[in-house]
């Protein structure tokens, strides 16, 4: 996220995913809501994970889901971090929050699944 210069949690759920066959598109570290849609829109991505370390940056994440539903309605919002909570990912209209890496995979998994059907 903007403003967040941590990545040892998103590099461990890059790793994971990518382990169980996903292909990941690592924008690193302090990464403005913008290019996070414009990326989103370039490689029609249809899973957007958003990782915050940081409190100080959970605005920005707030700001890149308002701006992913207004460019791009299909994508679904994935977050977690040290500092964030379900209830907190719900009130910033995160589409589901991951406690843990293999909660992502999981997620992604059945969000495959899903969409083969």
């Known amino acids: 996220m903007q403003g967040d210069i941590h990545d040892i949690g ?3 759920v890059k790793l994971l995913l990518e382990n169980y066959g996903f292909n990941v ?3 690193g570290r302090d990464v403005a809501p913008e290019v996070v849609v414009d990326t989103v829109i370039q490689y029609r991505a249809p899973l957007v994970g958003l990782s915050a370390l940081m409190t100080t940056t959970v605005p920005a ?3 890149t889901i308002a701006l992913l539903r207004e460019k791009t309605p299909w994508v679904k919002t994935l977050v977690g971090g040290a500092v964030l909570t379900k ?3 719900d009130k910033i209209g995160a589409d589901y ?3 843990d890496a293999m909660e ?3 997620y992604a998994l ?3 699944e899903k969409n083969e059907k």
């Open 61 to 63: 994440m707030e700001r």
């Open 97 to 99: 929050y991951c406690k």
């Open 87 to 89: 209830e907190y990912a």
């Open 25 to 27: 598109i690592d924008l």
């Open 110 to 112: 059945a969000e495959t």
């Open 10 to 12: 998103k590099n461990i």
């Open 104 to 106: 992502t995979v999981r």
